[in-house]
Structures are given as structure tokens and as C-alpha cells.
């Protein structure tokens, strides 16, 4: 079957660094999409992997294993609006998304 | 460009009854989803189209319908509601048709079924 794990939930302080790791075993792979919700809203597009490698989009890194199955979102110098929960989703062999269930990170002062 | 619409954004329905969902996009994407939301669980797809005037079936379709008969439309009707699809339901959508591309959704539906 295809399975997508994330942690449920991880605790970080304003101005830190927070790694949130994701891993999956999918049929096929298209690449990996890591998506931020805020609590009652939609999911938003963050980053896109579909290489091995490391993506820098400003505070954010997400970087990709495709031979370990595994990926992580990196979230620098964090602020109290980064709270929320980030999703990973894989693209399959149909260009179906499977999506992680999600990691809520809880910034503290 | 308001992007991805849905209406209506809450709604409470008892068992049996049947109701419909919207979903409107304005950015001329081809591609459009409904998805539905649980509490611990990902994002679960129910139907997608690829076109205008064509659906398929997702992961968890029991208990749904869909229509896409204008490109920017795609509804998700419900014929008799059960306790089980109490759920956030949001509908997305997507430039390309069969490769990767950004989805982009809407601001989700919150349904509750008595």
C-alpha cells in the first residue's frame, strides 16, 4: 500500500530552527509537495521536489532522498505566524497525490 | 482573480438529506479535485476531473457524485448524507493536465451530518 509518515506534532521557539520530516513508500514517484495549513483554512503550496537535493525558498528548505524515500521541511528563524500544520504529499505513478496527515508545529514565545 | 471558490462554507444536514457543493475556479486550470479532510488522517481524494465534461473516481468515492460540465464548475453533490461524511470537504485545481503541478484550493466547505 502507499503510506506517507510525518510526525503528529512538534514544539519549537520563535527565532529557532525546526527540521519536520517526512518519509513514504508510494507507487511510482512524480515528486514531493510540502503544503502549509493554518488552523480553518486551505493548504497553500510551499515547495516542490522532484531531484535529490536541498530547495531554498527563503526561511523555508525542503530536501529530498528519493533512494532512502525520505524528505524534510526546514524552517528557519521562525515566527509565531509559522505556526500551523505542514503537509507532505507525494505524487504517484498517476499523478495522484498521497497525502501525509500532517504535522502541527506550535511556535512558543 | 479570486482563485478557488466554494460554496457554501458551512452547512448542517440531517441524515438522508442530499445536498450540493460548488466549486468555481477562475484561473483556466484543467485539472480540479474534491478532497475531503478528517481529523489525524491526510487529505483524501473523492473525484477528479480532467476536462471539462469528464470525472474519475478517487480514493474514497462511495456516497458522492461530481459534474464538471463548465471547465471553471465542478460540483460535488452528496444523495443521502450519513454521519460518516461529516468532514471538510475542499475542492482544488491545477494547470496541467498528467504532470506535476501546484494545486491550489479553496477555503474548504465544514459539513456536519446529524
Known amino acids: 500500500g502507499q503510506n506517507i509518515d510525518q510526525p503528529t506534532e512538534m514544539t519549537a521557539t520563535e527565532g529557532a530552527i525546526v527540521q519536520i520530516n517526512c518519509t513514504y513508500q508510494t507507487s511510482g514517484f512524480n515528486g514531493l509537495f510540502w503544503y502549509q495549513q493554518h488552523a480553518g483554512e486551505a493548504p497553500t503550496f510551499l515547495s516542490y521536489n522532484v531531484l535529490d537535493g536541498l530547495e531554498e525558498k527563503g526561511r523555508f528548505s525542503s530536501f529530498l532522498s528519493r533512494s532512502k524515500g525520505y524528505s524534510y521541511l526546514l524552517l528557519k528563524e521562525l515566527q509565531m505566524k509559522d505556526s500551523a500544520s505542514y503537509l507532505c504529499?507525494?505524487?504517484?505513478?498517476?499523478?495522484?497525490?498521497?497525502w501525509g496527515a500532517g504535522t502541527k508545529l506550535i511556535i512558543k514565545p | 482573480n479570486a482563485g478557488v471558490t466554494q460554496t457554501p462554507k458551512f452547512r448542517v444536514l440531517k441524515t438522508g438529506q442530499s445536498m450540493t457543493l460548488l466549486c468555481a475556479q477562475d484561473m483556466n486550470h484543467e485539472y480540479m479535485y474534491w478532497y475531503r479532510q478528517d481529523p489525524g488522517m491526510g487529505l483524501r481524494l473523492i473525484h477528479y476531473?480532467?476536462?471539462?465534461?469528464?470525472?474519475a473516481k478517487g480514493e474514497v468515492p462511495d456516497g458522492y457524485n461530481v459534474s464538471r460540465l463548465k471547465k471553471q464548475n465542478f460540483l460535488l453533490g452528496l444523495e443521502s448524507a450519513a454521519p460518516s461524511q461529516t468532514s471538510v470537504y475542499f475542492c482544488?485545481?491545477?494547470?496541467?493536465?498528467?504532470?506535476?503541478?501546484?494545486?491550489?484550493f479553496g477555503p474548504g466547505t465544514r459539513l456536519t451530518v446529524l
Open positions: 504529499a507525494v505524487m504517484d505513478s498517476n499523478y495522484q497525490l498521497i
Open positions: 482544488a485545481s491545477s494547470r496541467l493536465a498528467g504532470a506535476p503541478d501546484t494545486q491550489y
Open positions: 476531473s480532467v476536462g471539462e465534461g469528464t470525472t
